[in-house]
């Protein structure tokens, strides 16, 4: 996606940009480089009937990953201007085990989390963790860390400095709650493994993906494009978590859509359109269970999601008083008048809200996997392995099946990369789809040198057609602006394969790396004709983008994020292949290669970020008072809005995890009782700093009431803590009137 992945687009302030010498590292290389900012199934459901359906150790857990949810940076489009106002879902991961019944060592944990991307240094703390509560169980070789690939996140978990740029550094808060809600998730995954059986099918889902860069879509050749029906794969895979009497304890599904149904105007932390299913999904079985005490826990995995986009409705100038306004956008480089600033992709409920789009695309995969799950599954049957090593994709020299020697290149981002993309696009005349050698505006060509070292004449040839924009493999003040070294991992279960992938794939690529390595499983012998590949990702690691070399020489913005060269996809598909073996049956002789891990960054690093001084409420009043109350005159109805204002203090002083910032709460039997919390999207939950010298603040809570929801009494309560200026934190709570809602 967009800038590393932040990449969705690149909004700045050409004023504040350029402000001096001591900006170009505060202010212009914070902006610049805000700048910057897998798979499914093969397209027919190879069947396994006609074997039995083994049984397997099974464990599935969810943990809350909610980081501070105003005053920090949003994870995604790279906007400094995208600072979290509030939350609307909370993010959360959901880790699946799987361990065979006669050898428990052998095993594998798939972690599916709320997030942008999986990160290096959040990874390693979390292998950490578990690996030392669970000597030899949990190790780094079957841990997958996968981000569902979402925008509405909480930002500055990344270790590297590119990530950073817009989040002002490291928000080592953020990177915490990701650490421990996985952490929870697992263990939670642990305590109730149990025996049952896995069975896996897909299905088509026609109206939840587009591809957004259609035209190097149409680089790769006529022949192989003529093997598909669509420049996007439509297939969603599900592997069906069952107990030993075959009842559903969860699932696994993969699927390509980005994560941008809610937009870089969106300020309330959510968890896009995935998380939206899998909410939808778990309320669907538990309807009586709050969000994130499910014992169903449905998990939504990204695919090859790299040109995908949820923004079904296409791309079209927003130009008022422009001929062009309400156009399509320009089809090879998705400009309008020739900038890229006014062509935005719209969701299938754009008139409405993005909201609305996110519930759509989001109830879109909650039907496919419903279809999925209620349909015929077939069993999956044979060994659990994982295989994990790392790769130094600076210069990784290897052999293509021609025979001829290739290499990958030091990482580095090319202009079209700074042009965004339709689900946010770039700003001043950085457009897609250029792969100029001349030089580029002269601004930028000065102000790049500043922000990342001028490329070298090799680098330039190895990253050919890529004019750079962006030096980041060799910029490495205060520390690594990007990831050199990478994670390569396969897992397996039976004849099922996952590509965990450290970067996101675009369509082609994701089918090319998805046919080679099941071929290579298949002529290895280690997997029959039945064998099933999907890949998932941005994972463990974020290497930004991995296309096709056709889709590379077009240079739009996922070829312009392929940050190793044209060479990326071939390098994965030969370093995947290499590991094949380490997935046998049989224990493989030797071990696999692997370069050094990456150094670690998360020590050194920066945060500008300010931290709560303190809290005070107005004179005469006190924390969680009301300000502005519910109404009491008359009864709300379904589809109104009830809202309700309170004196609050800093969310950051307490993320509540695995708590509630608010609560609705209906009258039973006398007795109050929570029905709704944070984690409904039927909730808002909103902070207002007031003033920022005399620390007051309030709170918007709002619930707007669902179809058939019961008639009755109800209350707004609002859950805070507060800093005071010398003393500990403290927590308060706030109650509205109570309300009445009719039938």
Not at 205 to 228: M, T
């Amino acid at each position: 996606m967009p800038l590393l992945a932040f990449h969705d687009h690149l909004p700045v302030d050409f004023l504040e940009l350029v402000r001096g010498l001591y900006d170009s590292m505060t202010g212009l290389v914070w902006y610049l480089t805000a700048f910057l900012a897998s798979s499914s199934l093969f397209p027919q459901n190879v069947g396994i009937l006609g074997v039995d359906a083994q049984s397997y150790l099974l464990g599935l857990g969810v943990g809350d990953i909610t980081g501070p949810v105003v005053e920090t940076n949003m994870m995604g489009y790279a906007s400094l201007a995208q600072t979290d106002t509030g939350l609307h879902m909370r993010q959360r991961s959901r880790a699946f085990i799987i361990a065979e019944t006669e050898n428990t060592n052998n095993r594998l944990v798939f972690i599916n989390a709320d997030i942008a991307m999986g990160d290096t240094g959040v990874r390693r703390s979390i292998v950490s963790q578990l690996t030392s509560q669970f000597p030899g169980v949990y190790t780094n070789e079957n841990i997958a860390f996968v981000g569902t690939h979402q925008h509405a996140g909480v930002g500055g978990y990344l270790e590297n400095v590119l990530p950073q740029i817009t989040s002002l550094g490291y928000v080592k808060q953020t990177a915490d709650a990701i650490v421990a809600g996985t952490v929870l998730a697992v263990k939670r995954a642990h305590a109730n493994i149990a025996p049952g059986k896995l069975s896996l099918g897909n299905t088509t889902i026609l109206d939840a993906n587009i591809n957004r860069s259609p035209s190097a879509y149409l680089a790769n050749p006529a022949a192989e494009r003529a093997r598909y029906q669509f420049d996007q794969d439509k297939d969603m895979t599900l592997l069906r978590f069952d107990d030993a009497n075959g009842k559903a304890r969860g699932f696994l599904s993969f699927f390509a859509v980005h994560g941008t149904s809610l937009y870089e105007n969106n300020t309330l932390v959510s968890a896009d359109n995935k998380g939206m299913a899998a909410y939808l999904y778990e309320a669907s079985v538990e309807p009586s269970a709050m969000p994130g005490n499910t014992t169903f826990i449905a998990g939504f995995t990204q695919a090859n999601v790299g040109d995908t986009s949820p923004n079904t409705m296409g791309a079209f100038c927003e130009s008022p008083g422009q001929p062009f306004d309400g156009m399509a956008c320009e089809f090879n480089h998705s400009t309008c008048g020739g900038t890229a600033q006014d062509c935005h992709g719209r969701g299938p409920g754009f008139r409405i809200s993005d909201f609305e789009s996110n519930r759509i695309i989001g109830e879109a995969q909650f039907k496919g996997a419903q279809t999925i799950i209620n349909g015929k599954l077939s069993p999956v049957s044979g060994s659990v392995r994982s295989v994990h090593v790392y790769l130094n994709m600076a210069n990784h020299t290897f052999s293509l099946p021609n025979g001829t020697t290739a290499r990958t290149c030091p990482p580095a981002l090319g202009f079209s990369f700074a042009g965004g993309t339709t689900d946010g696009p770039g700003a001043f005349d950085f457009t897609q789809g250029d792969n100029s050698s001349q030089p580029q505006n002269p601004f930028w060509e000065l102000v790049k040198g500043v922000v990342t070292p001028f490329p070298s004449s090799d680098q330039i040839a190895c990253q050919d057609p890529k004019p750079i924009l962006l030096n980041v493999g060799f910029a490495h003040t205060p520390y690594e602006w990007s990831p050199s070294t990478v994670d390569i991992q396969i897992l397996r279960v039976g004849n099922f394969v996952m590509l965990i992938m450290p970067g996101e794939l675009t369509t082609m690529a994701g089918r090319r790396i998805r046919e080679a390595i099941r071929a290579k499983l298949i002529s290895s012998g280690i997997i029959g004709s039945n064998a099933y590949v999907v890949v998932a990702g941005p994972a463990n690691t974020y290497g930004h983008y991995i296309t096709t070399r056709e889709e590379y020489g077009v240079q739009r913005y996922e070829g312009a994020s392929t940050l190793y060269g044209p060479y990326t996809l071939e390098a994965y598909i030969e370093k995947y292949s290499s590991l094949v073996p380490f997935l046998a049956d049989s224990e493989p002789s030797g071990t696999p290669v692997s370069d050094a891990p990456p150094a670690e960054q998360t020590s050194k690093a920066i945060s500008l970020q300010t931290p709560v001084v303190f809290d005070a409420a107005p004179i005469g009043k006190s924390f969680g008072d009301v300000l502005t109350d519910v109404r009491t005159s008359s009864p709300y109805r379904a589809g109104e809005t009830v809202t309700a204002q309170f004196v609050g203090a800093n969310p950051r002083n307490n993320l509540r995890l695995e708590g509630t910032f608010l609560s609705v709460e209906q009258s039973v039997s006398g007795q109050f009782q929570a029905v709704r919390s944070d984690s409904h999207p039927s909730t808002i939950y909103r902070w207002k700093r007031e003033s920022t010298i005399l620390g007051t603040s309030s709170v918007d809570i709002s619930w707007t009431i669902e179809p058939g929801t019961p008639a009755g009494s109800y209350r707004l309560r609002y859950i805070g803590d507060h800093k005071p200026l010398i003393g500990s934190i403290a927590s308060f709570t706030g109650t509205s009137s109570i309300f009445t809602v009719a039938a």
